[in-house]
């Protein structure tokens, strides 16, 4: 092997070994934001608002394409209480969801799922879209911000 080829072989590795490490962190953060999605809607299907309040930031941000802003947390969950609760169950759709990492903050889940209303017996769900952006700080996570898109 010539020279100039073994001076740029270990800068070859670390940029492999680099980029395989980034690939673990993702794969591991993939799995924590997919355990984190289940454990939040299944708190949603089974009405668990203590564990839902658990779950959202003090600061939360919820935007929808229905009714703008919510900003307040209590409101956020006198809603579901009130909207959801034994009427709205969500699934979501297998292999929907992306994770991005927030260097230094988190992580942003984008996704889509389906809700099903049990009120509406004709009502055939839609996919519809969803983006959370969730904060790690020292080691638990929480909801900052929500966009739901029916």
């Given at each position: ?64 394409d ?14 579901t ?70």
């Amino acid at each position: 092997m010539s020279a100039i080829k073994l001076k740029f072989l270990p800068l070859l590795l670390s940029i492999l070994y680099a980029d395989y490490c980034h690939a673990q962190d993702t794969t591991g953060l993939h799995k924590t934001i997919v355990k984190l999605d289940s454990l939040f809607f299944d708190a949603y299907n089974t009405c668990n608002i203590e564990k839902q309040a658990a779950f959202y930031s003090d600061s939360i941000e919820f935007y929808t394409d229905k009714n703008g802003l919510e900003t307040s947390k209590k409101v956020i969950l006198e809603n579901t209480k009130k909207y959801i609760c034994d009427k709205v169950t969500r699934e979501l759709i297998k292999g929907s969801i992306e994770v991005s990492p927030l260097p230094g903050y988190g992580a942003a889940e984008l996704g889509s799922h389906l809700f099903h209303n049990s009120q509406e017996k004709n009502d055939v769900p839609h996919p519809s879209k969803f983006v959370i952006i969730w904060r790690n700080k020292d080691g638990k996570w929480t909801i900052t911000k929500v966009i739901s898109l029916h």
